[in-house]
């Protein structure tokens, strides 16, 4: 009988320090706040380059990961919170990227139009309708504010 107990203790011991090794390895990952501050700050910069119109879409994909980032991180899933904020990070970052170029579209269809009105005025004919802008190369169905196009050459 005293060979079981010797056997149980050394099992329950062994059983024991294999289960504070196991939460001592997941407790030392940790929380991936700069991965977070990260992808607010992509974020924040999104929203500044307007991203709310002409990018609505990425946008609202990176906030919807952010917050799961938010959730796994109160929920000390610090691996997957990690992830997800790099995710929302990589998704805004596209965000703002895609409202510079509706930016720049706009402007291009603004000095088209100002372009033709000038030609018109300085040639004493009315200026032909100018043509729409390309539509954006991206496979989303995300819309920029209506443009006037832009000329096709120097004709």
Not at 90 to 98: F, I, P
Request: proline share 8%.
């Amino acid at each position: 009988m005293a060979r079981s107990t010797k056997l149980f203790q050394r099992f329950a011991l062994l059983s024991l320090v294999g289960a504070g090794l196991l939460l001592a390895g997941c407790a030392s990952t940790p929380p991936p706040t700069d991965a977070m501050d990260q992808a607010a700050a992509m974020l924040a910069s999104a929203r500044a380059a307007q991203a709310p119109i002409f990018a609505p879409l990425d946008l609202g994909a990176a906030e919807a990961r952010y917050a799961q980032a938010q959730q796994a991180l109160a929920g000390k899933h610090y691996g997957r919170a990690s992830r997800l904020a790099a995710e929302a990070e990589a998704s805004a970052e596209l965000a703002r990227a895609k409202a510079r170029l509706g930016q720049l579209r706009l402007q291009i269809s603004q000095q088209t139009g100002r372009n033709a009105d000038l030609s018109s005025r300085l040639l004493g004919s009315p200026a032909p309708a100018p043509t729409p802008a390309p539509p954006a190369p991206s496979g989303g169905t995300q819309t920029y504010p209506a443009s006037a196009g832009s000329s096709g050459g120097g004709r």
